[in-house]
């Protein structure tokens, strides 16, 4: 049976790389799923990662773009059957992570046996589900994870500076002031999310639209902060 890991291309994924491969555990396989909505700098992670340890990632891309499923998907069931695009993902719709994520995953491990690593952190222990948590095993923490990166020369070029999370750069998911951060210091990103926000018909976290915050932050600045509760 195959070990495969599950390679996010954040801390704590990184860690859980470096650290089976250093304690000798095989790897056969490392997954990396593109959204394509990801920072530009984790691409550049990823390159110097497949340098460091001498072993190539494995990118998978889901059948159509993030774009496509956002604005023109056409829903087939549910309240919004008939309607064009998923919109922005949220809690309880997190369309993005299925499709593609775990989709792309599914399709290309088929029903090969493996034994899937997946990096979590000691922290968040109470996400572990059935698959293999090295990190939950090993009691390695976010910020021994980032650490841990840092000393071995990865710093995704200054991005765990201004985010706490590296994921997506249009996660509705991150922390409030997280778009705030985006819109002053990655206007490109931000202006790719508000063409986005401009064509859907969904709000972001239902009750916003990323153009609404837009507006008060230039009004206020420091009311961008308060606007809407994220966790």
Known sequence: MKNVVQLSGGKDSTAMLLMMLERGISVDDIVFCDTGKEFPQMYDHLEKVEKYIGKTITVLNPEKSF?????????????????????????????????????????YIGKEKHNLFIGIAADEAHRVKKYK?????????????LSYCYKHGFNW?????????????????????????????????????????????FKLRDKYSLHDLERRAFAVEDLFIDMFDVA
């Open 67 to 107: 774009d496509y499923y956002f604005l023109e998907h056409i829903r087939t069931s549910g309240d919004y059957k008939g309607v064009a695009g998923y919109g922005w993902p949220g809690h309880k719709r997190r369309w993005c992570t299925k499709i593609l994520k775990t989709e792309p995953f599914r399709k």
């Open 157 to 201: 070029n200054g991005l765990y500076e201004d985010f706490r999370r590296v994921s997506c750069y249009l996660c509705p998911l991150q922390r409030k002031n997280d778009w705030r951060i985006l819109r002053k210091k990655y206007p490109d990103l931000w202006n790719d999310a508000m063409r986005l926000d401009l064509q859907s018909c």
């Open 133 to 145: 948590y090295p990190l939950v095993d090993w009691n390695v923490t976010e910020a021994e994870a």
